[in-house]
Structure formats: C-alpha cells, structure tokens
C-alpha cells in the first residue's frame, strides 16, 4: 500500500516539473562533455584566458593606460609648456640710407656763438646701424654729399657704440666716425675740404651741424690773459 502511494506521488511530481535531458544526465555524461584536459571545476574559456594555438599570432596584449600631457597653462613643471619670449622689435637693415636731412625752412643757427645748420634724422636710422651698411651724409658747405662705408664697429662704457668707415670715392684718409650714446649721437665727417660734426639728439631726432673750421676761428688766442699793469723800476743813484 505505501510502495503504490509513493510511485503514484512521484508520477504526479514528474508531470508538474518535467526535466529535460541535459537536467538528468549523470555525472559520467557530464564528465564526457567536458573538453580534455578540463576538469568539470574549470571556467569555460573566455578571451581573457585563451591560449594562442601552436603557430598562430599572439592575440593583443592588455591595454596600459598612459598620463595625456600635461597642457600649458596647468601648473605643470616641464619646461616645454613655458610660453616663448616676444621677439624683440627692430628696424629693418637698410644697405644704404640718407642719415640726415637739411632743414630747408630755416636751416641756419648758432651752437654757443658758432655758425651751424638745422638738420633732422629718424631715429631709427641710428638704430639699424650695421657693418657693412653705406650712408650719406648732406655738407652744404661743400654743396654735395659725402657717401661711407660703415667697415667696423666696437663698444666704449656706458653701452656707447661707435662705428667708422672710409669715404667712398674720397681721399684714402677721408673718413667718417660715429658715435652712438643713449640719448645723443656724434658724427664726425673728416674730408679734404674740411671737417664737420654733428650733433643728434636720437629722441627727437632734431640735430645741428657745424664746420670745424667755424669753431677753429671763433677761439681768440688771449682771451683768458690777464693784463699785468707795468712796474717802474728806479733808476740807480750816482754816488
């Protein structure tokens, strides 16, 4: 009697919950659908723990993730993110160039009691000065221009600059010297006819030009003496 209610009980749990084949195999069919050499505690394979065939490519390896650089302007300490100085600014170098012009309103005046001529340069003229450079150089005294090659150049104290150079088609002693402060300029044209300077303020580039043979003339040999009054000597006595 208990052995029928048992199988009739059993019967009644198989048609509620069927189980499909793959449910009820034995642990011998599981074992045969294992791959060989996998035991049945094994993972199934992923593409994170396949092995490459015999012969076959390596597959990729793990991907390593890299620092970005590090922008300009974040704070970072490499100095390849610093920011590259301004250039500075210059005149462009000209190979030959009119230093002065003569003032043709009102070109005469005086500089302390000698005749001179008004002349006017740009400033940055001085300023583009370089060897090997030509200028010319109006005289009205001589009713032309003088034309120099700047051949040489050297620095004196206080950053002043001197350039100098022969005149062309001149004299082989016909030169020219200039000299380059920060606030004033010197030009001193030596020629057969004479020799002239001029005086250049290279702010504003208002300038005066004189002949030294002007200068030469205006000094008055003893004019710094002092007169001496005579003194009259007495005549000896006749005994």
Known sequence: MIMTLLATAGGLAWLIYPQTQSEVASPEAQAQTQPKGQSASTPPPTPGNMKPAPGSAPGPGPVVATPSPVPAGSGGNS?????????????????RAELWQVDTKDPSTEVN?????????????LDAMHVGQEV??????????VTAKITSTHNQLDNVEVFKGPVTDGHPKDNVIITRGQTSTYVVVATREGTYSATIDNRTGNATLTDEGDITEGIHPGDDSISVPGIEMPTPESS
């Open 79 to 95: 100095s390849a993110n610093m920011p590259l100085p301004e250039p500075i600014q210059r005149a462009p170098r000209q190979p």
């Open 113 to 125: 009691g000698i005749p001179a001529t008004r002349i006017s340069i740009a400033p940055q003229l």
């Open 136 to 145: 010319t150089l109006p005289i009205p005294a001589l009713n032309r221009s």
